[in-house]
């Protein structure tokens, strides 16, 4: 591996300079041949899947939220290189510089080593989330909306009920609410994350009641 490439494949723009390539046109290559690798193996693992049931799938897998969740497992925050302002407002952990960097990182292997390898990566990366998808894996709030539509409610609000941690690495407790008086709350390090999770359990919740 040309150590060029890792170098910038881990350096957010905030650290960018005349001398100092960032990130950027390295997420934008790897976000698209982790898309092309994730379509193949969902393509090759379901033989009888559609196109609607592969299409929520492969937005499940490829989605900021998953690169992130990667990125974690290894800890690649730890090796980020940021300005000042990012590393004190808590960018090692942030999930959209984690996910971008993932992609960079897809993109340093394959500049490297070519499709197959980038390929191996992310396999080796996302094996076990490939084989555990969910057969329908819906956007959580898009789904609890369409629930609430065709049940003739209104859609859902997601109200932020707490607040905790420092101001570097908040953690956020958000409540997704019906009209007819369901509800439900999660917690999770960004406010995205928590209304996901939050609908993700209500709808489970509302679906095993029908």
């Avoid at 990366?125 to 369409?146: F, I």
Wanted: hydrophobic fraction near 45%; charge should be neutral.
């Amino acid at each position: 591996m040309r150590p060029e490439l890792l170098h910038r494949a881990v350096t957010h723009s905030s650290m960018s300079s005349p001398t100092r390539d960032d990130n950027q046109r390295m997420e934008f290559l790897g976000d698209r041949v982790l898309g092309l690798v994730m379509a193949e193996a969902l393509f090759l693992a379901d033989g009888t899947a559609t196109e609607g049931q592969m299409a929520p799938r492969f937005n499940a897998l490829v989605r900021k939220e998953a690169c992130a969740d990667v990125a974690r497992e290894f800890d690649l925050g730890a090796v980020l290189k940021l300005g000042r302002s990012e590393m004190l407002s808590g960018g090692r952990r942030k999930e959209a510089l984690l996910a971008d960097a993932m992609e960079a990182v897809i993109s340093a292997v394959y500049l490297d080593g070519g499709f197959e390898a980038a390929k191996a990566l992310v396999l080796r990366l996302w094996g076990k989330r490939v084989s555990a998808v969910d057969a329908d894996a819906r956007d959580a709030k898009t789904a609890l909306q369409e629930w609430a539509q065709a049940r003739k409610l209104a859609p859902p609000a997601y109200v932020e009920t707490g607040r905790s941690g420092p101001d570097h690495a908040p953690v956020f407790t958000i409540e997704a609410r019906l009209e007819n008086g369901a509800a439900q709350t999660a917690t999770a390090n960004s406010k995205r994350q928590a209304e996901q999770a939050a609908a993700k359990v209500l709808l489970a919740r509302l679906e095993n009641m029908e």
